[in-house]
Nanobody
Framework: QVQLVESGGGLVQAGGSLRLSCAAS????????IGWYRQAPGKGRQLVADISSGGRLNYVDSAKGRFTISRDNAKNVVYLQMNSLKPDDTAVYYC?????????????WGQGTQVTVSS
C-alpha cells in the first residue's frame, strides 16, 4: 500500500506561482512512475507531468516551460512547481504512484488539492 497526501493548492491570480507537494508513505521502496494529474470541472483526469524510476521527466505540452516536477528522495515527497499560471490550469490536482504489486501494476492516488487561478 502507498498513501499519498497532496498539499499546496490554493487561489492565485493569473501569472502567479504555486508549489504542490505529494507526501508518500507506506510501500514506497519502488515505483514505475510518479505523476501529477489534474481534473477540471466537467472533464476527465489528465496527466500533467511525471517522473519515471529512471529519472526521466515527462510533461504534457501545456505544462512545458511552466511546470517542473521533482522528487526529494530523502523526504519521499514529489513536487510540482507551477509558474505563469493561467485560468485554464484551474483543476483538482492529484498525485499518482504506479508500482508493481506482484505481477500486476497498481495505481495509488491521493485525495487531491484544489488549484484555482483567477483572471
Amino acid at each position: 500500500q502507498v498513501q499519498l497526501v497532496e498539499s499546496g493548492g490554493g487561489l492565485v491570480q493569473a501569472g502567479g506561482s504555486l508549489r504542490l507537494s505529494c507526501a508518500a508513505s507506506g510501500s514506497t521502496d519502488s515505483f514505475i512512475v510518479i505523476g501529477w494529474y489534474r481534473q477540471a470541472p466537467g472533464k476527465g483526469r489528465q496527466l500533467v507531468a511525471d517522473i519515471s524510476s529512471g529519472g526521466r521527466l515527462n510533461y504534457v505540452d501545456s505544462a512545458k516551460g511552466r511546470f517542473t516536477i521533482s522528487r526529494d528522495n530523502a523526504k519521499n515527497v514529489v513536487y510540482l512547481q507551477m509558474n505563469s499560471l493561467k485560468p485554464d490550469d484551474t483543476a483538482v490536482y492529484y498525485c499518482n504512484w504506479k508500482k508493481f504489486t506482484g505481477l500486476q501494476v497498481r495505481d495509488y492516488w491521493g485525495q487531491g488539492t484544489q488549484v484555482t487561478v483567477s483572471s
